[in-house]
């Protein structure tokens, strides 16, 4: 009898279920651009199908697929309706603006459910099932996050009418200026450029893109182009595929870039799908594994979830959907609706599944209720989510809770970024048979060691590989060297000569500057000059001697004038006293011209003769010409003294004036430097006259290392000057061979500073934030400031040698140790310092 029951029962809920179709045929219209996207679609009726648990798949899903080579209303109309006289029980599809109104009222006339990833539609419209969520509150609070007042709206046509309303609102509500521009009908590259180009005249630094991906690439090409991807400059994407947006070249300039994402990575669903899809042919499934999957292909595929929940609803329920009979003509007058559409709607309007878009609802209207947008920035290692929005919470930042905690910082390994320069970074003498860090010794290995003590982290050196300290390529705008190593993520910390520029700051974060310096001039020094037939006349300048010649002639003129009118001059001699004067001649006179010329000549020579004036006007000449004889005398002998004692060099540059005056003297820079740029952005005319002449100087005058560029100087035999940092310049004069010299006064002044990456972790630990913002007098606190300024300069030891030690050109070497006089306790605290580093002295 039970059992007899028992198959009465199973044949009531048979025929209770006769009426529920075995197979559901599902339409498809596509765009010949959604290749992915029709991948995934196919995709998920694949995976639904081969679902081998027969409780979760009382039916087999079918699909009728038509490729739309455009959106006009004829073909839209045409497809539609192959669709629906195929006797499909839904469609899911693409639309545009050309072809919503079709689509629409085809579906409400024929009752026919329409399942679409397009924009969500604001209208309340029946039988359009809108999978993707709008995003118009997600930005409005991300706008009030920023604090935007001011900024660039640039929409497409057929989107972004629902959120230039929801901004328009706003903009009156809270005294926003918002400039917007259409940019839906723009299809040359070089329209994009010149609205780019007119907001940046209005000093417009934010930008609003609300486009689909393609359209924001090319975009953001323009941005990159025109160098408005630089700091200063914010984009917000109001789309919600960030990672399927190319950003890394606006990035590189140190624009800021925020966007929406509406996949979630650590959704077990993804994990799932991405596991498979990386499995599939690309014969069978283009745009699978290689390619990023967009976020309308996860909505594609959540499309089919969302209909096979619905049927899976409407058998539980016992509705009849089955068609019969022909399905009739969707263009018939008036329209003959299909009498079970309005059961599959609400069906589809009551799904809740987790899709890979996350928690899946809808409203009465179709539109998608309940969830979450994840948003996110472009940080140093990539797109990095810093909050979510939801209806609820609205938007709600994670950034600051990520910081609270440092401890990812200190539980792994640091890399610290450097480059091999003495004295800052040089390999130990014994460093083959070292390891790790221990191969290094410097000032900067010395700096590092002492902010990882202070920091409380494990750090490891990394010698930057192509050996430059950073600048951005003016093409590709891409950043090479240390800065390179920083922005791409490759390093977490700089510890270097790099010096502190605002270019730099664009894209890196710097400490204060831990020393202090400026752009020098570098050259051969000058062989010693040898004494000549003439040298003679060194101790005294041409003029002068000049003037001694005319004084010498005048007074040997004046004493010849004066002894002609004085008859003190005239006698007669003894021999003729006896004769007749009658007959005699004129009395004689001692000082004629010639006597004069001697008598003067005697005097300057400090031999005297034997003649003298009688007269007294003629010895007060006299008298006048030996005290300046004796004065001259005096002089002469005692710089004669000195030119005998000091061997001269003589130097043919003396500032950058001299050099940018000249052309016998090449001179050039480090490549990829901050002197390179120094020059290149100087508006001084001096400077930008030297730039002219390097940028266009062959060969190259750009040396690729420092030590390129010293060895330049050495081998160029006073034809090359090279432009270098201060601290360098004077640090390798004091080297041997001790053949360079350091010419004239520092160009500019700056700073060498520790970088970190933008938004750093290291950059939020608060005993790093600390450290990194003392000044160097306050860094003797910190550690023996005294040791790492004299380890890595032994030859400063050699300062107190007596052979060298009256060069005053010596007290520069160390910038920031305040060297104020070499009195005998500085030379022993210096002498001190050396013993206690174990410094040996590389004398000259």
Same mark, same amino acid.
């Given at each position: 009898?039970?059992?007899?029951?028992?198959?009465?029962?199973?044949?009531?809920?048979?025929?209770?279920? !006769?009426? &529920?179709?075995?197979?559901?045929?599902?339409?498809?219209? &596509?765009?010949?651009?959604?290749?992915?996207?029709?991948?995934?679609?196919? $995709?998920?009726?694949?995976?639904?199908?081969?679902?081998?648990?027969?409780?979760?798949?009382?039916?087999?899903?079918?699909?009728?697929?038509?490729?739309?080579?455009?959106?006009?209303?004829?073909?839209?109309?045409?497809?539609?309706?192959?669709?629906?006289?195929?006797?499909?029980?839904?469609? &899911?599809?693409?639309?545009?603006?050309?072809?919503?109104?079709?689509?629409?009222?085809?579906?409400?006339?024929?009752?026919?459910?329409?399942?679409? /990833?397009?924009?969500?539609?604001?209208?309340?419209?029946?039988?359009?099932?809108?999978?993707?969520?709008?995003?118009?509150?997600?930005?409005?609070?991300?706008?009030?996050?920023?604090?935007?007042?001011?900024?660039?709206?640039?929409?497409?046509?057929?989107?972004?009418?629902?959120?230039?309303?929801?901004?328009?609102?706003?903009?009156?509500?809270?005294?926003?200026?918002?400039?917007?521009?259409?940019?839906?009908?723009?299809?040359?590259?070089?329209?994009?450029?010149?609205?780019?180009?007119?907001?940046?005249?209005?000093?417009?630094?934010?930008?609003?893109?609300?486009?689909?991906?393609?359209?924001?690439?090319?975009?953001?090409?323009?941005? +990159?182009? %025109?160098?408005?991807?630089?700091?200063?400059?914010?984009?917000?994407?109001?789309?919600?595929?960030?990672?399927?947006?190319?950003?890394?070249?606006?990035?590189?300039?140190?624009?800021?870039?925020?966007?929406?994402?509406?996949?979630?990575?650590?959704?077990?669903?993804?994990?799932?799908?991405?596991?498979?899809?990386?499995?599939?042919?690309?014969?069978? $499934?283009?745009?699978?594994?290689?390619?990023?999957?967009?976020?309308?292909?996860?909505?594609?595929?959540?499309?089919?979830?969302?209909?096979?929940?619905?049927?899976?609803? %409407?058998?539980?329920?016992?509705?009849? +959907?089955?068609?019969?009979?022909?399905?009739?003509?969707?263009?018939?007058?008036?329209?003959? /609706?299909?009498?079970?559409?309005?059961?599959?709607?609400?069906?589809?309007?009551?799904?809740?599944?987790?899709?890979?878009?996350?928690?899946?609802?809808?409203?009465?209207?179709?539109?998608?209720?309940?969830?979450?947008?994840?948003?996110?920035?472009?940080?140093?290692?990539?797109?990095?989510? @810093?909050?979510?929005?939801?209806?609820?919470?609205?938007?709600?930042?994670?950034?600051?809770?990520?910081?609270?905690?440092?401890?990812?910082?200190?539980?792994? *390994?640091?890399?610290?970024?450097?480059?091999?320069?003495?004295?800052?970074?040089?390999?130990?003498?014994?460093?083959?048979?070292?390891?790790?860090?221990?191969?290094?010794?410097?000032?900067? +290995?010395?700096?590092?060691?002492?902010?990882? #003590?202070?920091?409380?982290?494990?750090?490891?050196?990394?010698?930057?590989?192509?050996?430059?300290?950073?600048?951005?390529?003016?093409?590709?705008?891409?950043?090479?060297?240390?800065?390179?190593?920083?922005?791409?993520?490759?390093?977490?910390?700089?510890?270097?000569?790099?010096?502190?520029?605002?270019?730099?700051?664009?894209?890196?974060?710097?400490?204060?500057?831990?020393?202090?310096?400026?752009?020098?001039?570098? @050259?051969?020094?000058?062989?010693?000059?040898?004494?000549?037939?003439?040298?003679?006349?060194? /101790?005294?300048?041409?003029?002068?001697?000049?003037?001694?010649?005319?004084?010498?002639?005048?007074?040997?003129?004046?004493?010849?004038?004066?002894?002609?009118?004085?008859?003190?001059?005239?006698?007669?001699?003894?021999?003729?006293?006896?004769?007749?004067?009658?007959?005699?001649?004129?009395? /004689?006179?001692?000082?004629?011209?010639?006597?004069?010329?001697?008598?003067? %000549?005697?005097?300057?020579?400090?031999?005297?003769?034997? @003649?003298?004036?009688?007269?007294?006007?003629?010895?007060?000449?006299?008298?006048?010409?030996?005290?300046?004889?004796?004065?001259?005398?005096?002089?002469?002998?005692?710089?004669?003294?000195?030119?005998? *004692?000091?061997?001269?060099?003589?130097?043919?540059?003396?500032?950058?004036?001299?050099?940018?005056?000249?052309?016998?003297?090449?001179?050039?820079?480090?490549?990829?430097?901050?002197?390179?740029?120094?020059?290149?952005?100087?508006?001084? !005319?001096?400077?930008?006259?030297?730039?002219?002449?390097?940028?266009?100087?062959?060969?190259?005058?750009?040396?690729?290392? *420092?030590?390129?560029?010293?060895?330049?100087?050495?081998?160029? #035999?006073?034809?090359?000057?090279?432009?270098?940092?201060?601290?360098?310049?004077?640090? @390798?004069?004091?080297?041997?061979?001790?053949?360079?010299?350091?010419?004239?006064?520092?160009?500019?002044?700056?700073?060498?500073?520790?970088?970190?990456?933008?938004?750093?972790?290291?950059?939020?630990?608060?005993?790093?934030?600390?450290?990194?913002?003392?000044?160097?007098?306050?860094?003797?606190?910190?550690?023996? $400031?005294?040791?790492?300024?004299?380890?890595?300069?032994?030859?400063?030891?050699?300062?107190?040698?007596?052979?060298?030690?009256?060069?005053?050109?010596?007290?520069?070497?160390?910038?920031?140790?305040?060297?104020?006089? &070499?009195?005998?306790?500085?030379?022993?605290?210096?002498?001190?310092?050396?013993?206690?580093?174990?410094?040996?002295?590389?004398?000259?």
């Amino acid at each position: 009898m039970a059992q007899s029951a028992l198959l009465f029962l199973l044949w009531l809920f048979g025929t209770s279920l !006769a009426g &529920f179709p075995n197979q559901i045929n599902i339409g498809g219209l &596509f765009m010949r651009s959604t290749v992915q996207e029709h991948s995934a679609f196919r $995709f998920a009726v694949q995976l639904y199908n081969t679902n081998q648990n027969t409780t979760e798949k009382p039916f087999h899903l079918n699909y009728n697929v038509d490729n739309l080579e455009s959106s006009n209303s004829f073909s839209v109309t045409h497809a539609f309706c192959s669709q629906f006289s195929r006797g499909v029980y839904a469609i &899911f599809g693409f639309y545009d603006k050309k072809s919503m109104n079709t689509l629409t009222s085809f579906c409400g006339a024929l009752h026919t459910s329409f399942v679409t /990833p397009s924009y969500p539609i604001d209208s309340d419209v029946q039988f359009v099932i809108q999978m993707r969520p709008p995003l118009k509150g997600a930005v409005l609070s991300l706008l009030s996050q920023y604090k935007w007042e001011k900024f660039v709206y640039l929409y497409d046509t057929d989107r972004g009418f629902s959120i230039l309303q929801a901004i328009m609102e706003a903009a009156v509500a809270n005294n926003w200026q918002v400039t917007a521009r259409s940019v839906g009908s723009i299809t040359d590259p070089q329209e994009f450029r010149r609205i780019i180009e007119e907001m940046d005249r209005r000093q417009e630094k934010r930008f609003l893109i609300d486009c689909e991906v393609d359209r924001i690439n090319v975009i953001l090409e323009q941005v +990159v182009a %025109l160098g408005k991807n630089s700091r200063g400059y914010h984009y917000v994407i109001a789309n919600l595929g960030f990672t399927n947006i190319s950003l890394d070249k606006v990035f590189l300039g140190g624009a800021n870039i925020s966007g929406f994402q509406i996949i979630n990575p650590e959704n077990s669903v993804v994990q799932q799908f991405l596991q498979r899809w990386d499995r599939l042919d690309e014969r069978e $499934f283009p745009e699978a594994r290689n390619t990023p999957l967009k976020y309308t292909s996860a909505l594609s595929y959540d499309a089919i979830l969302v209909i096979a929940e619905a049927f899976r609803y %409407l058998r539980r329920q016992r509705v009849d +959907v089955s068609r019969r009979g022909s399905a009739g003509d969707c263009l018939a007058n008036p329209a003959v /609706p299909w009498s079970q559409g309005i059961d599959i709607e609400r069906a589809l309007k009551m799904v809740q599944v987790q899709g890979m878009t996350g928690n899946i609802q809808f409203d009465s209207f179709g539109r998608r209720s309940n969830y979450t947008i994840d948003v996110y920035e472009m940080k140093t290692g990539g797109p990095r989510k @810093i909050g979510y929005w939801n209806e609820f919470e609205r938007f709600v930042n994670i950034m600051d809770q990520q910081y609270t905690n440092d401890s990812s910082v200190e539980n792994r *390994t640091i890399v610290v970024t450097t480059i091999m320069e003495a004295p800052y970074v040089m390999y130990k003498k014994n460093h083959m048979h070292l390891e790790g860090n221990d191969k290094y010794e410097g000032y900067c +290995v010395d700096l590092a060691s002492e902010i990882a #003590k202070h920091v409380g982290i494990k750090y490891r050196l990394s010698i930057v590989m192509d050996g430059k300290y950073g600048a951005r390529d003016p093409e590709t705008k891409t950043w090479n060297g240390m800065v390179g190593e920083l922005v791409y993520g490759r390093a977490d910390i700089a510890v270097a000569p790099l010096t502190i520029t605002l270019v730099r700051e664009e894209v890196i974060d710097f400490s204060k500057p831990f020393m202090s310096l400026g752009i020098s001039i570098m @050259i051969k020094k000058p062989q010693k000059s040898k004494p000549g037939v003439f040298s003679f006349l060194d /101790p005294l300048a041409y003029e002068i001697w000049m003037c001694i010649v005319f004084a010498y002639i005048g007074v040997s003129v004046v004493l010849f004038l004066v002894s002609r009118f004085s008859p003190y001059e005239w006698h007669l001699d003894e021999t003729d006293e006896a004769k007749d004067p009658q007959t005699s001649p004129d009395p /004689p006179n001692d000082f004629g011209i010639f006597n004069s010329l001697w008598f003067s %000549l005697g005097a300057f020579m400090q031999q005297g003769c034997d @003649i003298s004036p009688r007269s007294l006007s003629g010895r007060i000449v006299g008298g006048v010409w030996w005290f300046f004889t004796l004065i001259i005398i005096s002089s002469y002998t005692a710089n004669l003294a000195a030119f005998l *004692t000091v061997e001269r060099m003589v130097s043919p540059i003396e500032s950058a004036e001299d050099l940018a005056k000249q052309t016998e003297i090449a001179y050039g820079t480090l490549d990829s430097g901050s002197t390179k740029e120094f020059f290149r952005r100087s508006k001084i !005319a001096v400077y930008e006259k030297m730039w002219s002449y390097m940028k266009s100087a062959e060969p190259s005058v750009f040396a690729k290392t *420092t030590p390129d560029g010293v060895a330049r100087v050495r081998k160029s #035999k006073g034809k090359f000057a090279f432009l270098l940092e201060s601290t360098m310049n004077e640090y @390798i004069e004091q080297r041997k061979p001790c053949d360079t010299m350091k010419v004239g006064g520092n160009l500019d002044s700056k700073g060498y500073g520790v970088a970190t990456p933008k938004g750093s972790a290291l950059s939020f630990s608060p005993r790093y934030f600390s450290f990194r913002n003392l000044s160097v007098a306050n860094l003797s606190n910190h550690f023996s $400031f005294v040791c790492v300024c004299v380890r890595p300069f032994p030859s400063l030891c050699c300062l107190f040698c007596p052979s060298i030690f009256l060069s005053l050109s010596r007290v520069a070497v160390l910038p920031d140790c305040r060297v104020v006089t &070499f009195n005998l306790t500085v030379q022993r605290f210096f002498n001190l310092a050396c013993k206690s580093c174990a410094v040996t002295c590389d004398e000259c």
